[in-house]
């Protein structure tokens, strides 16, 4: 998977991750990727749960030491 | 996807409460939904300016002067120790590069978090329209924010 555009979230606490990656996304087109690099667990549950509000489409994350890369595919609008 | 609602009422006044107020409402609008906080009794000093006081009578100054305003120091509902707490607070929190209160009520602006200030507070405490900080949409009653409530499906009391 070759993300389009990144966004670092490192040492961020809820409810930063969210706010921010509900920003970046404005500025990705339809059909992007956006990959989102966190340390906050709480991503695993609230960015599919961002996804299931917002229509964006939850493509997953994954884990390694703690620090997690989760992947998110803007709606067609 | 229809615009859900959420609406809650801040009516609590210590950093703690009005800190989870706000992580839900911003996290709420960067979910797409739209957002009513209505600022009522001591959640009315989220929305003043750090002034010494404010009122008009003797009595709302002298109350006004110990009900301090500012969304950058609010008291904590637990372990206050004059003023102690909410010092170490901050620091606990800025050292994990949590939001401060004043950068979540900017936050909430940003996400389009509608403000509504209750007025009989606003009358009975004395206040002015210049004790507060921009971006408080509205200045009204129980009835326009329980016509918000009955639209949205979560409603909150904090």
Redesign the interface.
């Known amino acids: 998977m070759t993300p389009d555009d990144t966004l670092d979230c490192f040492?961020?606490?809820?409810?930063?991750p969210?706010?921010k990656?509900?920003?970046k996304i404005k500025d990705l087109s339809p059909g992007q990727i956006l990959e989102i690099t966190a340390t906050d667990e709480g991503i695993r549950t609230d960015l599919p749960?961002?996804c299931k509000?917002?229509?964006h489409e939850f493509l997953g994350v994954e884990e390694k030491n703690g620090e997690y890369r989760a992947y998110v595919k803007k709606a067609k609008a | 996807?229809p615009q859900e609602r959420m609406t809650i009422v801040v009516f609590s006044g210590e950093m703690d409460r009005v800190m989870a107020a706000f992580?839900l409402a911003?996290?709420a609008a960067?979910?797409?939904?739209e957002v009513c906080m209505f600022f009522t009794f001591w959640g009315l000093n989220v929305l003043r300016k750090k002034k010494f006081t404010a009122g008009k009578t003797l009595l709302q100054k002298m109350m006004n002067t110990l009900n301090r305003g500012g969304a950058g120091r609010l008291p904590l509902s637990k372990f206050q120790m004059l003023g102690l707490g909410p010092i170490m607070m901050k620091a606990l929190m800025a050292h994990?590069?949590?939001?401060t209160i004043p950068e979540l009520v900017s936050?909430a602006k940003a996400?389009g978090v509608k403000f509504i200030a209750c007025t009989t507070t606003f009358q009975f405490m004395g206040f002015d329209k210049d004790d507060f900080i921009e971006g408080v949409d509205a200045y009204a009653g129980a009835a326009t924010f329980l016509d918000d409530v009955l639209d949205g499906k979560v409603s909150y009391f904090i």
Do not use: F
């Not at chain 1, 040492?11 to 930063?16: A, F, I, K, R, T």
């Open positions: 040492g961020l606490l809820c409810p930063m969210i706010i990656i509900a920003e749960a961002w509000r917002t229509g | 996807m992580i911003t996290t960067a979910m797409g939904l994990s590069r949590v939001p936050q996400l």
